[in-house]
């Protein structure tokens, strides 16, 4: 039992030291956020209606070269600057897939071959723009949840970057923001590595085979396993053999999107009732996309 | 005299929430210098590969300065609170966290630092093959789209995917050679190892391999060898095999086999995974789980559910101490990242 709990501490800071250097990045983007972007800046720039922003968001979050510890604070200082929460979730779902490091990642963990990238990329789109819509049309309640004093009446216009102040203001808001998720952060961390110590996956695995029964089991998996999605893709193609190729996007595109980790992060950072929506609405989205895969018989 | 009462009491509250400012900016800057201690002591004692594949290294200096950096800099706005930096940058609201927000702040960094520091570091063991399963021959791959790239399921690796799931034969289509200049068996290395395959080396290492009649593996060449092994098995067959992983038995193997493995870390712990190679031992007295062995003997192979994997006959099994880095990393990260530092 000791060694077990040793074998999950090791689990555990092995993930933290991994992700702090990302969480920090994350932590400095929304900083900078925060403090250079004018309190106008969406509204001057954004089209009037909410719906039109999600097809945006999605081709942005692919120049978004964030992966999902960093993304997170990113898009609760954009949403607070004043964009729409329908785009935040596109962000959410989409910027940690469409990344060039995941990409790379993606391609060579399956021999060079670009179907499993190419469908890994279209269905994280896709999915990102039903958790958008479905964000969009509840948007009268959602929106109402979430402090947008900051664009507002903050005190924080936007800030010359020659003033020793403004580069002050980004070191303090970087600090407190670090330690704000980094805490949701360490608490995921701390769950997951309890099921990556505990969990037997065999006994996930014997759930089942069937269509339905091995996406399920995928995504619980990605969920419990909390991993990064630039390694994702290497454990993915090591359970190859036993799962179709829906099952295994399930993975790697619910993994990225949701686990406990991130979970954890989510609710420190967004008001309760959006981050219900969010993790229902994107499950739904990837189980059914990814049934619709394999009703087409892909393979 | 009410109005003054009053005020004085606010400037108390006021000195109060300076007081308290202060002192859970202290909390965080001995946080911050705890993180860039911790850090920088795996670090430098190189405990830090007993968390991280060599490639994370990088990521985890830049961490390391960037904690130093902002604990320093917390300790100039506590000792210097000049208008400028100081923690009220008059905008009207509270930029610090709550009381609970402290407290979970100070518990759950503090169970970092705390487990960090003074817990004593484990290395990954046959637990992760128990948890996880073990891949006794080579990656898979899938693929999908087009005719002329057929869809490939190979028999499971992971030994509890065969009790759970049969295979069905009759979905298998070799492969022919994708890729003109490489032979057969080189085209399905490229195939199957992904990430793993590298022209140069893996041609290199095959005829290296190919030419000789003793295989001595060492711990770097440790996956690659295991993959080119399954892929030349029948060149293989008869030859003398050299290497040495941890054992690992569970009740699918037969009372004189166990795998010797190694743990393959891609980026960290999380995504760790075991390869080994079946190893059968009829006259030898078989080590615990977790032993660290090294094992002589020569290639065969046997059936393992429709496919040929190599099994090595032991002539020896000997117990050895266990290596100071216990983790082999995917091949390409380790060129480039391993090999310079090592010169």
């Not at chain 1, 209606?49 to 200082?77: D, M, N």
């Not at chain 1, 090591?238 to 790697?252: E, I, K, N, W």
């Not at chain 2, 080994?276 to 062995?293: E, I, M, Q, T, Y």
Request: charged content about 15%; aromatic content about 10%.
């Amino acid at each position: 039992m000791l060694d077990a709990l040793l074998h999950a501490k090791m689990i555990f800071l092995s993930i933290v030291f991994e992700s702090f250097p990302f969480i920090l990045l994350g932590a400095l983007f929304s900083s900078l956020v925060l403090v250079l972007i004018p309190q106008d800046f969406f509204r001057r720039w954004l089209p009037g209606s909410p719906w039109l922003s999600l097809l945006p968001a999605v081709f942005l979050s692919a120049l978004f070269p964030i992966c999902e510890c960093a993304i997170i604070p990113v898009i609760r200082s954009l949403v607070r600057k004043g964009m729409p929460l329908a785009a935040g979730a596109v962000f959410l779902v989409a910027a940690p897939v469409l990344n060039p490091v995941v990409a790379a990642s993606t391609l060579f963990a399956f021999g060079l071959n670009p179907d499993v990238l190419i469908l890994r990329l279209a269905l994280s789109a896709v999915a990102a723009l039903l958790v958008g819509s479905v964000v969009c049309l509840l948007r009268d309640k959602l929106e109402a949840d979430f402090p947008r004093e900051l664009p507002v009446d903050h005190g924080h216009a936007p800030k010359s970057l020659k003033q020793a102040k403004t580069w002050h203001e980004i070191a303090r808001h970087t600090i407190s923001e670090f330690f704000t998720v980094g805490c949701y952060f360490i608490f995921g961390a701390m769950i997951a590595s309890l099921f990556q110590t505990f969990l037997h996956q065999a006994v996930l695995l014997e759930i089942g085979s069937a269509p339905w029964s091995s996406t399920v089991v995928m995504m619980i998996l990605a969920y419990l396993l909390s991993l990064c999605s630039a390694a994702d893709a290497f454990v993915a193609a090591s359970f190859g053999a036993a799962f179709t190729l829906p099952s295994l996007l399930a993975f790697l595109v619910f993994g990225p999107m949701l686990d406990l980790k991130n979970t954890a992060m989510l609710a420190g950072c967004f008001p309760a009732r959006f981050v219900a929506v969010f993790i229902v609405s994107g499950s739904l989205a990837v189980f059914f996309l990814v049934m619709g895969l394999h009703f087409l018989g892909v393979q | 005299m009410t109005n003054v009462k009053r005020r004085s009491s606010n400037a108390q509250a006021g000195r109060e929430r300076g007081r308290n400012a202060l002192f859970f900016g202290l909390i965080q800057v001995l946080l911050l210098l705890g993180l860039a201690g911790l850090q920088a002591g795996l670090l430098l004692s190189g405990d830090s590969q007993l968390y991280q594949a060599p490639r994370m290294r990088p990521f985890m200096i830049f961490s390391t300065a960037a904690f130093l950096l902002m604990g320093l800099y917390g300790l100039r706005t506590l000792l210097a609170p000049a208008a400028e930096i100081s923690a009220d940058c008059g905008c009207g609201h509270a930029h610090t966290p709550s009381f609970q927000a402290k407290i979970a702040i100070v518990v759950l960094f503090g169970l970092v630092l705390s487990t960090g520091f003074f817990l004593p570091h484990q290395v990954l063991d046959s637990r992760v093959a128990e948890k996880k399963g073990i891949a006794l021959s080579r990656l898979p791959a899938t693929g999908v789209f087009g005719p002329e790239r057929e869809l490939r399921l190979l028999p499971e690796d992971h030994l509890f995917f065969q009790e759970s799931m049969p295979w069905d034969s009759a979905q298998a289509v070799d492969l022919g050679p994708t890729e003109t200049g490489l032979d057969e068996e080189q085209a399905r290395l490229r195939e199957e190892l992904g990430i793993w395959y590298d022209r140069e080396l893996h041609r290199e290492l095959s005829e290296d391999l190919l030419a000789r009649q003793t295989l001595r593996i060492t711990d770097e060449d440790f996956l690659d060898s295991m993959l080119i092994i399954s892929a030349y098995l029948d060149d293989f067959v008869g030859r003398h095999v050299d290497f040495c992983g941890f054992v690992f038995h569970d009740g699918t193997m037969a009372e004189n086999e166990l795998a010797v493995a190694r743990i393959a870390v891609t980026c960290c712990l999380a995504d760790a995974s075991v390869y080994g190679l079946l190893v059968r031992a009829p006259d030898l007295p078989l080590p615990p789980n977790d032993a660290w062995v090294r094992v002589q003997g020569r290639i065969q192979k046997t059936r393992f559910i429709e496919e040929d994997i190599p099994l090595i006959l032991a002539d020896s099994l000997e117990v050895i101490p266990a290596p100071e880095q216990p983790y082999v990393y995917p091949r390409l990260y380790s060129r480039y990242v391993l090999e310079p530092a090592a010169k």
